[in-house]
Structure formats: C-alpha cells, structure tokens
C-alpha cells in the first residue's frame, strides 16, 4: 500500500503532463467510487476557485459521463473527491435501477452523501468550509421540494440529521 505523498505524488504528476482523466479515474478507484453504468470522465473548460464545475452527463439507464475541470487537480484533493463522490451519486440515480428524476431529490441526496459519506465509506472529508457548503445546499434542495410533501417526509429524519451537522460545524 502506498503511502498517502506518494499518491498525491503520482496525481500531481499526472494533473502536470495532462494527464486529468487518468488522474481522475485513479481516484475513482483509489475510494472505491466506481459504479456500474459510470461511462468515464471527460473534461471541460477550466474552473475558477469559487466555481468548480462538475457535471454527471447521459440519460437515465445509459452510461453516465462525468465532465470535469481541465485543471481538477490545481484544487484541494478532497474537495476534488468529494466532488466526484457527489456526481458518481448521480450516476446511481440515473441508473436503470434507480431512475430518480426529480432534480430535488437527486441533489439532496448528493449534497447529504457529501456531509456523511454513507454510500462511499472511504472519501475523506472536505474542508470545515466545505462540509458547510455542502450542508446549507443539502438545505436548499431539501426546502425547494413540496412544503410538507411526500419528498420532505421521505427525508425529514435526514434533514434533522443535516440541521445537526451544520450546528456541530458551526462552533
């Protein structure tokens, strides 16, 4: 098992010979993130730091391409993590399986994925700042849904647990 400078030895190589596909896909696996209908990674424009774009692609029951940043790697490797994590809940969701299509639901349960990890055990936890972020948007999709509708019973308890999370974060 390699050590954890030596991982982030081999990403920062690849990000600088542009390599950002390769580097993405060695994530994927390094966290165990792969799922069976995921298409593969393709790149798009550079990113800002206070805009990162990350974007789960393809229609429901077909392969699911996530589009990242051509310049992923120039950003904090577990934000870059968590980010994949929360496409790669897309790409369950838009399984044949699954089928979720209701955009509230899919990004609440994304963001929540990014706050507690549940589905992928083994991403590491993005910046204080970040899991707030994360939290507060979880929130925001949460309340878009139908005030007291089947999606926010579905979800209550979930919320609570939410609510909690950005209480703990914010002492």
Same mark, same amino acid.
């Given at each position: 098992?390699e050590s #954890?400078?030596t991982?982030?030895?081999?990403?920062?190589?690849?990000?600088?010979?542009?390599q950002?596909?390769?580097?993405a896909?060695?994530?994927?696996d #390094?966290?165990?993130?792969?799922?069976?209908?995921?298409?593969?990674?393709?790149?798009r424009?550079?990113?800002?730091?206070?805009?990162?774009?990350?974007?789960?692609?393809? #229609?429901i029951?077909?392969?699911?391409?996530i589009r990242i940043?051509?310049?992923?790697?120039e950003?904090?490797?577990?934000?870059?993590?968590?980010?994949?994590?929360?496409e790669?809940v897309?790409?369950i969701?838009?399984?044949?399986?699954?089928s979720?299509?209701?955009r509230?639901?899919r990004e609440?349960?994304?963001?929540?994925?990014m706050?507690?990890? *549940?589905i992928?055990? *083994?991403v590491?936890?993005a910046?204080? #700042?970040?899991r707030?972020f994360f939290?507060? *948007?979880?929130l925001?999709?949460?309340n878009?849904?139908?005030?007291g509708?089947?999606?926010q019973? *579905?979800?209550?308890?979930?919320?609570?647990?939410?609510?909690?999370?950005?209480?703990?974060?914010?002492?």
């Amino acid at each position: 098992m390699e050590s #954890k400078e030596t991982f982030l030895q081999l990403i920062k190589n690849y990000h600088e010979t542009g390599q950002t596909i390769k580097a993405a896909l060695l994530l994927i696996d #390094k966290f165990e993130l792969n799922q069976p209908n995921f298409g593969g990674i393709l790149l798009r424009e550079k990113a800002d730091p206070s805009y990162i774009l990350f974007t789960a692609e393809g #229609k429901i029951g077909e392969p699911i391409f996530i589009r990242i940043p051509e310049n992923t790697f120039e950003f904090p490797l577990e934000l870059m993590v968590n980010l994949l994590a929360h496409e790669m809940v897309h790409v369950i969701q838009k399984s044949k399986a699954l089928s979720i299509e209701i955009r509230e639901e899919r990004e609440w349960q994304a963001y929540y994925e990014m706050c507690f990890h *549940k589905i992928f055990p *083994k991403v590491p936890n993005a910046s204080k #700042k970040h899991r707030l972020f994360f939290a507060n *948007k979880a929130l925001e999709y949460y309340n878009r849904m139908p005030k007291g509708g089947v999606l926010q019973q *579905k979800y209550s308890n979930q919320k609570l647990e939410i609510e909690q999370f950005i209480e703990m974060l914010s002492v």
